[in-house]
T-cell receptor, first 112, second 113 residues
Framework: GENVEQHPSTLSVQEGDSAVIKCTYS??????FPWYKQELGKRPQLIID?????GEKKDQRIAVTLNKTAKHFSLHITETQPEDSAVYFC???????????FGRGTSLIVHP | SAVISQKPSRDICQRGTSLTIQCQVD?????MFWYRQQPGQSLTLIAT?????????ESGFVIDKFPISRPNLTFSTLTVSNMSPEDSSIYLC??????????FGPGTRLTVT
């Protein structure tokens, strides 16, 4: 089955800095890569996703890149704000199932 | 998107008892799932709730422990049976809508004493 590795497990940045979270996957059939943000005590929320037919996708301060050859994808957050503090999960899904395998999560802390 | 509600939001239960968690979606969806999330951990898929047929369980999860019902395309229940303290966790239902986007319910925080 699919295996998703996520790094780092904790990321601490100053407000205004950029943050990068990296994930690798093992199944070359995976073609859908969502990212979720989970604030403390809240449900995971989809913040951005990318499909295997594109290499990069951007939504305001958030961008995701995908390297299919190397089987890795990354989340980039620019101009971080304290409200970006949360746990971020990457995931990979294959075929038509859309059942993702999740990474272990990255706890992002943005210091004001 | 999809609006998902869960009941109860939290419960404290005695070991050996069972708890049934309800999940309601505001629109008909084909794919509905149940996850478990232990404190500080990632999301672990328990099973896919299939409408009109038996749920599909992931490795390590069995129907006798986690029976699931899916009577229609907007509703599902998960029962945690014969509970032990190790079952203390957050249980989340989720659905896939649109073109693969997954949405989660608010979760049920279960504590077993």
């Amino acid at each position: 089955g699919e295996n998703v590795e996520q790094h780092p497990s904790t990321l601490s940045v100053q407000e205004g800095d950029s943050a990068v979270i990296k994930c690798t996957y093992s199944d070359s059939a995976s073609n859908y890569f969502p990212w979720y943000k989970q604030e403390l005590g809240k449900r995971p929320q989809l913040i951005i996703d990318i499909r295997s037919n594109v290499g990069e996708k951007k939504d305001q301060r958030i961008a995701v890149t995908l390297n299919k050859t190397a089987k890795h994808f990354s989340l980039h957050i620019t101009e971080t704000q304290p409200e970006d503090s949360a746990v971020y999960f990457c995931a990979a899904a294959s075929g038509g199932s859309y059942i993702p395998t999740f990474g272990r999560g990255t706890s992002l802390i943005v210091h004001p | 998107s999809a609006v998902i509600s869960q009941k109860p939001s939290r419960d404290i239960c005695q070991r050996g008892t069972s708890l049934t968690i309800q999940c309601q979606v505001d629109s008909q969806v084909t794919m509905m799932f149940w996850y478990r999330q232990q404190p500080g951990q990632s999301l672990t898929l328990i099973a896919t709730a299939n409408q009109g047929s038996e749920a599909t369980y992931e490795s390590g999860f069995v129907i006798d422990k986690f029976p699931i019902s899916r009577p229609n395309l907007t509703f599902s229940t998960l029962t945690v049976s014969n509970m032990s303290p190790e079952d203390s966790s957050i249980y989340l239902c989720s659905v896939v809508a649109g073109v693969g986007e997954q949405y989660f319910g608010p979760g049920t925080r279960l504590t077993v004493t």
